[in-house]
């Protein structure tokens, strides 16, 4: 008797050390995972007799700042934030390192890692009335047409300058990747035979030759001085069209080319942005339980929901030898919870009142 009660205060205490080993490496999961992280920042400042390297750090944190607003928010929420300080901006910082540091031509120049706190930025989002976006980065197919009514021509590949100049334009925050296609004579023939009725064309013909579902079909027309731009975006099984007009164009050159070309993809982000906002005021409370057998489970499921952003919060409310309960904080509903779930290869149960993992 004395042995066996011995061997099970043997087993309790190897359970609740494994388990307080598991919650510090929760712990240390959460500190890389509760994080918006900015690299590569760069910035310089003159190397004098003035030289004060916060001057230089404190540049860092705003281009850092910049960089992540412009990844996370839409061109229109961005004005919001026009008369924040640095001071603001600091608050949000949980940490930064200097990966590189070099002198040039009198100039200090140094690289930056800065690491904003999630769930405090995500709080000052909301306290300005600004839903963040998703950080999702996507591919699409992309076929630029343009038809030029001055001369009567049509144009794809060659002598179309938008086609030529796309993908020159690529700045970090951007979230899209354009993925052009290459010259195709029976596509060629396809939108030559219905350039008349171009904007009502089927292209689910031409797109099937392709890997990617998900596609951006822009159309530039030329009349006069006057371009109008005509898109269907396509993605997630739903189609957005965007409809644009330039005016006063004189010619397509190629500084007139890129600034149009720079102005449509800011479009397509802040649509992109939008389809992928976090709704931060919608505060879902969800209970899970998870086998506290389930060793190898509970540690994937807990790096799972620090990867999901529409996840605010998480913890645990309550564990035994059978059972781990967890509340979770999701800014969604409960079929994006399920749905996001089971696309991170975690099945729950919900037959009870409680949901457990499977």
Do not use: C
């Not at 307080?20 to 240390?28: C, E, N, V, Y």
């Amino acid at each position: 008797m004395f042995i066996k009660t011995k061997f099970l205060k043997l087993n309790s205490y190897i359970f609740f050390l494994t388990l307080i080993l598991f919650i510090i490496l929760m712990d240390i999961t959460k500190l890389e995972a509760r994080i918006f992280k900015i690299e590569n920042v760069e910035v310089s400042e003159p190397f004098n007799s003035n030289f004060n390297k916060d001057i230089t750090i404190n540049k860092a944190f705003v281009s850092a700042f910049e960089e992540l607003t412009s990844t996370l928010i839409t061109s229109k929420d961005k004005v919001k934030l026009a008369s924040i300080n640095l001071d603001e901006i600091k608050l949000l910082v949980e940490s930064f390192e200097i990966i590189d540091e070099s002198f040039l031509n009198k100039n200090y120049i140094a690289k930056f890692n800065v690491n904003f706190n999630k769930k405090n930025t995500l709080s000052f989002f909301e306290q300005k009335n600004i839903f963040p976006s998703l950080k999702n980065r996507k591919d699409f197919l992309t076929i630029l047409i343009l038809i030029n009514n001055d001369n009567n021509e049509i144009s794809i590949y060659e002598n179309n300058p938008f086609h030529k100049y796309w993908n020159e334009d690529k700045k970090k925050f951007f979230l899209l990747n354009y993925v052009l296609t290459e010259e195709d004579i029976d596509t060629l023939k396809a939108i030559n035979d219905n350039k008349e009725n171009i904007e009502k064309f089927k292209f689910e013909n031409i797109i099937k030759k392709y890997a990617l579902k998900d596609y951006i079909i822009g159309i530039f027309f030329k009349n006069d001085d006057k371009i109008r731009f005509f898109a269907r975006f396509y993605f997630n099984d739903k189609l957005k069209i965007l409809n644009t007009n330039y005016d006063n164009i004189t010619s397509l050159d190629e500084g007139l080319v890129k600034n149009i070309i720079s102005e449509i993809k800011i479009k397509f982000e802040d649509t992109w942005k939008k389809n992928n906002q976090i709704n931060t005021s919608i505060k879902l409370a969800i209970n899970l339980q998870i086998s506290s057998k389930k060793n190898k489970e509970f540690l994937n499921l807990e790096n799972k929901m620090d990867e999901i952003d529409l996840i605010s919060n998480y913890y645990i409310t309550s564990l035994n030898n059978e059972l781990i309960n967890i509340k979770i904080i999701f800014n969604g509903s409960p079929k994006q919870f399920l749905n996001l779930m089971n696309s991170n290869g975690i099945k729950i149960d919900t037959d009870n009142e409680i949901w457990k993992v499977k």
